[in-house]
């Protein structure tokens, strides 16, 4: 919170930090932390998709070794021997520094087994159905991008912002730069790794050409292409596995034909749907788009001055969308009791004229920001994980009681019913009572 104006991403943020729904396995509490929106794309037919399959380099290659490798005896770490790996490089025109890629993707998806010390055909067909190929396509990207803690490109930078870099890629269709690409990696590990002065002089000489290999092993892989206008982007082959790869990590990267089946929507349709998860962030783009943003927000601001703070949540990630064009409609919400806070921070936050917040105001929010993840389905409900002594959870629950909210009790037991400091849970248990001896004296 600061200059008297409500900052819904500090909110956020304390809410990540606390459990306020019971916990589940790591790895989903860290997607949803992390989750990301991306643009729509438009997917290229499975039966097309899955006809390019066997035309990747990696794929052909990886075949022709399979049938050369045929049946023999392997080393004890279940690959090729040296002399037979550097025989079938020179016999296949392979590439010595690919060889250990191109078995691992053999072993994985069921080209060749290993069993008994010995290699032998595995119980992969070639004669697949469309949705067989793709899955053995998804397959060998796993193995591509899984070799990056390994060292797949041969740069320890890249291979540290490889999915990053992609990620990247996929975000902009029409492709990259590679001299933006290259910034944006140095930027990132300047960032995570803080390297000294020097070492990023060094680095800022050496990636260019560490970037242009590493981009020609991910066209051999099938991921990545050049433009005609010389950028970078991933071929429809690229886009369907990068896009599996985050949904995998939990991020929100739709097509375009599930998008646009919410823009039609009404604004009380597409608020509902955001709200039970049936819609994600990304669908609010296309169903703006479909409207003038006066309009849009006049409508979502009616639904939220009269909903629950569910509708009120959802309402206001697409209101976050909107720019000063919505200004007339919000500050007709100054006149909502239930909408003049999010009216005020919202016109305050887009550096126009709006009265302040009073600290009770801050603390009404909050209350109402923590009610709505008991409303909300799907990725938009809780992401928690263990938390750190929550001191200033402590304190906001202190304040909770005074400011009138209808579900500031539901709040107060859902923390205390799901968190794992005590201390925490004392606090909540303790203000929980509070809250329920003044509604008691009001009704009284």
Known sequence: MANNVFDLA????????????????????AADREALTFPPVELAPDAELARAVSSVP??????????????????PDGTLT???????????????????????????????????????????????????TLEFWDGVVMDVLDRADEGLTGSAVIDGHLAEMLATIYS?????????????????????????????RRLAAALPAQLLEALALLAYCGLVEQTPAGRTALTPLGVWAIRRDLLREGHDAPTTDE????????????????????????AVAGWLERRAPEDAARELV??????????RGAVGAVL???????????REALEHPLTRRYAASWLHIRDLEAPALSADDHTWIAVDS???????????????????????????????????????????????????????????????????SLEHTKLG
């Not at 250990?100 to 697949?128: D, E, K």
């Not at 902009?172 to 990023?200: D, F, M, W």
């Not at 009616?302 to 509708?311: K, L, P, V």
């Open 370 to 436: 923590l009610a709505a993840l008991m409303h909300m389905s799907g990725p938009a409900a809780g992401r928690l994980d263990t938390p750190e002594p929550g001191e200033e959870l402590v304190r906001l629950m202190a304040e909770m009681p005074a400011v009138g909210h209808p579900d500031t009790v539901a709040v107060l037991d859902m923390l205390a019913a799901a968190h794992d400091d005590q201390a925490v849970v004392k606090a909540a248990r303790k203000a929980a009572m509070k809250a329920r």
């Open 320 to 330: 976050e969308e909107l720019g000063p064009e919505a200004e007339a409609p919000m």
């Open 172 to 200: 902009v269709r029409s492709g990259v730069a590679t001299a933006n690409l290259a910034r944006g990696i140095l930027q990132s590990h300047e960032v995570a790794c803080a390297p000294a002065k020097a070492e990023l």
């Open 259 to 282: 998008v646009r089946v919410f823009a039609d929507l009404s604004a009380a349709e597409l608020v509902d749907a955001l709200v039970k998860g049936t819609a994600t962030q990304s």
């Open 82 to 132: 040296e002399a037979d790996a550097a025989a079938a490089a020179g016999e296949l025109g392979l590439e010595p520094s690919r060889m250990r890629l191109l078995w691992v993707v053999a072993v994985n998806t069921g080209l060749l087994r290993i069993a008994r010390g010995r290699a032998q055909r595995g119980p992969l067909s070639l004669q697949l159905t469309p949705e067989a």
């Open 302 to 311: 009616a639904i939220a001055a009269a909903g629950t703070a569910g509708q």
């Open 10 to 29: 500090e909110l956020r943020k304390l809410i990540d930090e606390q459990a306020v729904v019971p916990p589940r396995p790591p790895e989903e509490a």
């Open 58 to 75: 990696l794929v052909a290659d990886a075949i022709r070794l399979t049938a050369w490798t045929g049946e023999r005896r392997v080393a």
